[in-house]
């Protein structure tokens, strides 16, 4: 069975950065699609990233030029590494997988995409 475990999750000011890492196990995270979703209190879980092979990524508008995907395939874990955040960045922070290559944008941060997930790490901004 897949697995996937977020950590890096935590506190900072707004400005401040973090780096988000999901281990995988029992797949290969070179080969597929990966993500990264985030979910705040009474809203919808909402794609922020995602990645197709080692390199690149795509985003949505309101992470753009601040966030960066990537994956360490030797490592099989994908990062998140978030800059200049805002207060409106709190959230749970999810990893995403699946057996499959995203075909487009709307594909790749569409959460019905993906059929692994992990538990999620949080990320609380203050202003």
């Known amino acids: 069975q897949v697995q996937l475990v977020e950590s890096g999750g935590g506190s900072v000011q707004a400005g401040g950065s973090l780096r988000l890492s999901c281990a995988a196990s029992?797949?290969?995270?070179?080969?597929?699609?990966m993500a990264w979703f985030r979910q705040a209190p009474g809203k919808e879980r909402e794609g922020v990233a995602f990645i197709n092979s080692d390199v690149g990524g795509s985003y949505a508008d309101f992470v753009k030029g601040r966030f960066a995907i990537s994956k360490d395939n030797a490592k099989n874990t994908l990062y998140l590494q978030m800059n200049s955040l805002k207060p409106e960045d709190t959230a749970m922070y999810y990893c995403?997988?699946?057996?499959?290559?995203?075909?487009?944008?709307?594909?790749?941060?569409?959460?019905?995409?993906?059929?692994?997930w992990g538990q999620g790490t949080q990320v609380t901004v203050s202003s």
């Open positions: 995403a997988a699946d057996r499959l290559r995203c075909a487009n944008v709307a594909a790749g941060l569409s959460r019905f995409t993906y059929n692994y």
């Open positions: 029992r797949y290969t995270i070179s080969d597929f699609c």
